[in-house]
């Protein structure tokens, strides 16, 4: 006979308390307009992705074990369709339009991407200590990512990524194998934003290299030394790769005074409606900044203002708290659960939530660059939404099916 628990309130509390913390912040932050259009958005896509979860909760955990690679190939190809239909938007075409509602492909095909790299590294035939088996694994995140990069979207490539290394270290291949790959393409990035950031980082990398090798290899240099060069490459021909918008953003992060009347604007109003907050917030409805729209994007990448105005450290320090809550829980199962595709799945999603929320509210803080990416079930977006509830949805289910799923 199936032995089965029940609903895991421990997980499903923190997800009402966010999503309702969310409809409550979009309706704020739209209230001043007088236009509520996008709040009974969001509330018919939580709806929508309420019954999302019903659907993954009740769902064989077999069959989206087995469906994984078919879902994958099914949200590259609306990461590819997006690309020839796709709807353009502040300058990214990542949107495709479904009647009254726009839907962003690549938050369904980031949970996609989960499910696949989770069921290969899951595989029994997949073996941790081969190379060509690394790639495979490394190549299907990184397909998605830079189907999503030429929309172009930099934020969300960024979040695609963020799973790999958690993942694949889980899943037991040689770390040092993985930094040898990944510690070029990281020096190359970082020569967006300095030189001395850029050296910096090669002395911490080539110190971690030595520190898990036990000593200084001939190699370390040389693998350190090329993403070395490639970052000072960057550095001084980064005009001529990234647009002047994103430089823009760049230059604010380092100095908001630079241009506070344009690219810092932003920044700096995140900073005039979190402060002004103080420890009680100015009460629901009531903040200045809020209310008087002086953040455009408050209801999207800036809506963390809203709540630490209106609602102040304590509302903030709440979110928070209930962000913690739903993240320690996933963790728990990680370790509770005696399954290898449920771990992997599980070690993705708390990577892809805690990027989500470190970059959203450090970049309201100014201790990030302004990249645009949402607060997870607070930012309005459909796809959002629905995407995250559907991944707690898989986690209830996984905690449901508990004793089923170890072996």
């Given at each position: 006979m199936m032995k089965q628990h029940g609903v895991d309130y421990w997980l499903l509390?923190?997800?009402?308390?966010?999503?309702?913390?969310?409809?409550?912040?979009?309706?704020s932050a739209t209230n001043g307009s007088g236009d509520t259009t996008l709040f009974y958005r969001q509330l018919t896509w939580a709806l929508v992705g309420v019954?999302?979860?019903?659907?993954?909760?009740?769902?064989?955990?077999?069959?989206i074990k087995d469906g994984s690679y078919i879902f994958y190939i099914l949200g590259m190809l609306m990461l590819v369709a997006v690309l020839i239909f796709g709807r353009k938007i502040a300058g990214q075409t990542s949107w495709v339009r479904i009647g009254l509602f726009s839907f962003q492909p690549s938050e369904i095909a980031k949970m996609a991407t989960i499910l696949a790299l989770a069921r290969f590294l899951s595989d029994d035939e997949t073996d941790i200590h081969s190379l060509p088996h690394l790639l495979t694994a490394l190549?299907?995140?990184?397909?998605?990512?830079?189907?999503?990069?030429?929309?172009?979207?930099?934020?969300?490539?960024?979040?695609?990524?963020?799973?790999?290394?958690?993942?694949?270290?889980?899943?037991g291949f040689d770390i040092y194998i993985l930094m040898i790959l990944v510690v070029p393409l990281l020096l190359l990035l970082t020569g967006f934003f300095s030189v001395w950031f850029v050296v910096g980082l090669s002395v911490l990398l080539l110190a971690a290299m030595m520190v898990q090798k036990q000593g200084f290899k001939p190699h370390q240099l040389a693998v350190v030394g090329s993403g070395l060069a490639a970052g000072l490459f960057v550095h001084r021909?980064?005009?001529?790769?990234?647009?002047?918008?994103?430089?823009?953003?760049?230059?604010?992060?380092?100095?908001?005074?630079?241009?506070?009347?344009?690219?810092?604007?932003?920044?700096?109003?995140?900073?005039?409606?979190?402060?002004?907050?103080?420890?009680?917030?100015?009460?629901?409805l009531e903040g200045t900044q809020t209310q008087l729209r002086f953040i455009p994007a408050q209801w999207t990448d800036f809506i963390f203002c809203v709540i630490a105005e209106e609602f102040g450290f304590i509302g903030s320090a709440l979110l928070i708290m209930l962000f913690a809550a739903l993240t320690l829980r996933l963790i728990w199962a990680i370790f509770s659960i005696k399954n290898r595709f449920v771990e992997l799945t599980l070690a993705g999603f708390v990577s892809l939530l805690l990027i989500h929320v470190i970059i959203n509210i450090g970049m309201t803080l100014g201790l990030i660059p302004v990249i645009g990416v949402p607060l997870p079930f607070i930012s309005y977006g459909g796809s959002s939404l629905v995407g995250n509830m559907i991944m707690v949805g898989l986690a209830l289910n996984f905690f449901h099916n508990k004793r089923n799923l170890g072996y």
């Open positions: 509390g923190p997800l009402a308390g966010l999503v309702v913390f969310g409809l409550m912040a979009v309706y019954v999302a979860m019903m659907f993954v909760y009740f769902n064989d955990v077999r069959v190549a299907i995140p990184i397909f998605p990512a830079v189907l999503i990069m030429l929309q172009p979207d930099m934020g969300t490539t960024l979040t695609a990524l963020s799973f790999i290394a958690p993942m694949i270290i889980m899943a021909f980064a005009g001529e790769i990234l647009k002047p918008h994103q430089m823009k953003r760049i230059q604010t992060f380092l100095d908001p005074m630079s241009d506070p009347q344009g690219a810092g604007y932003n920044a700096l109003q995140a900073k005039i409606a979190i402060s002004s907050g103080g420890l009680f917030g100015k009460g629901f």
